[in-house]
């Protein structure tokens, strides 16, 4: 069993930036990460994923360049770094977690937090 706890939204100005927290209980460093995202009246996406070990990531086109995930599994923790944030990245951010390689498919991973909202101000 993993419980996962995601931390550090809030309100940010358009073209600042935030880092997203997500604390991982139990074996959670033997799982593939990934955060997902719901804007209001939108249904959830991906916004990226990482393997196990760190080595790859994989972003949506939306997304790629702007903000980057990683891992530090001695902490048991995935981070979400946002740079240059624009009024339509406010959404719920999800941190999730799967036994598999990481993946796009939301409905591959196991294990949700419980989100963390995230409000960018033009």
């Known amino acids: 069993q993993v419980q996962l706890v995601e931390s550090g939204g809030g309100l940010v100005q358009a073209g600042g930036s935030t880092r997203l927290s997500c604390a991982a209980s139990?074996?959670?460093?033997?799982?593939?990460m990934a955060w997902f995202r719901q804007g209001p009246g939108k249904e959830r996406e991906f916004v990226a994923t990482?393997?196990?070990?760190?080595?790859?990531?994989s972003y949506a086109d939306s997304m790629k360049g702007r903000f980057t995930i990683f891992r530090d599994n001695a902490k048991n923790t995935v981070y979400l770094q946002m740079n240059s944030l624009k009024p339509e990245d406010t959404a719920v951010y999800y941190c999730?977690?799967?036994?598999?390689?990481?993946?796009?498919?939301?409905?591959?991973?196991?294990?949700w937090g419980q989100g963390t909202q995230v409000t960018v101000s033009s």
């Open positions: 999730a977690a799967t036994t598999r390689v990481p993946t796009r498919n939301p409905d591959e991973y196991i294990y």
């Open positions: 139990g074996t959670a460093r033997t799982y593939s």
């Open positions: 990482i393997s196990i070990t760190g080595g790859y990531t």
